[in-house]
Structures are given as C-alpha cells and as structure tokens.
C-alpha cells in the first residue's frame, strides 16, 4: 500500500513540476518547441517530409521490416525445433511447417515491400 501511495505521488508530482519549470524556461530566452526540434536533427540531415505519400511508405516498410524480422525469428525457431525433435515424427512435421511458414513470411514480405515501394514511386512521379 505504501508503494503504491509513493506511485501515485510520484505522478502528481512529476506533471505540476513540469508544468511549473516550462513557462520560465520559455520566457528565458527564444525557445521554442520548434527551435529545440529543430536543433536536436544535425546539420546535413533532410528534414523529413509530411506529405501522405512518404508517410504512408515510412509506414508500410516499418511494418514489412517487422514482419520479415519476424520471419527469421520464426525460421531460427523451426530450426531449433527440427534439430531438438529427436526423430519424433510429429515434432518433425511441425518443426518442417514452422520452417516452411516462415519462408513463405519472408519471401511475401520482400514481395510486398518491393509492390509497395513500386507502386507509391509510380504514384508519386504521377506516372
């Protein structure tokens, strides 16, 4: 009970801090959100683009990459299983089928980040 009274502090402590410190540190000086932004990307780095096109492809190969990620994952896990299955016919099988799931994974995943980056190129060149 006394840790969770020290939690719950902690949050309503934490925000009204915050919330004390940030209209000070903005009247110091010319910070701004944008400004801090703005300084934290480097020099010689593009800013990145918000128009639909590019978010839509940031999030599609976020999401293909995940999916091919997962797709070794699982086929190191079929291996495993093939050589800890101990000639059972049955963990064979399903070690096979593990193996072969996440080949076909992996080879949609990089047929679908190619279409995808494909099909969005052609849209955007207006082609």
């Known amino acids: 009970m006394n840790k969770l009274k020290l939690i719950l502090a902690g949050l309503l402590v ?3 801090v915050a919330l004390a410190v940030a209209p000070a ?3 110091e000086g010319n910070f701004t959100l944008q400004g801090g932004v703005s300084s934290a990307q480097g020099e010689g780095v593009d800013k990145v683009a918000a128009d639909p096109e590019s978010l839509v492809k940031q999030f599609v190969n976020i999401f293909l ?3 091919g990620a997962l797709s070794v994952i699982m086929l190191i896990w079929g291996g495993i299983r ?3 299955s101990a000639g059972d016919s049955n963990k064979v099988t399903a070690a096979k089928n593990t193996v072969l799931y996440a080949i076909v994974g992996l080879v949609v995943a990089i047929l679908a980040y190619a279409i995808v980056n494909m099909v969005i190129g052609k ?3 207006g082609s």
């Open 14 to 16: 934490v925000p009204t």
């Open 25 to 27: 540190a903005s009247a």
């Open 123 to 125: 849209i955007a060149s």
């Open 82 to 84: 093939y050589t800890t």
């Open 65 to 67: 990459f995940a999916v």
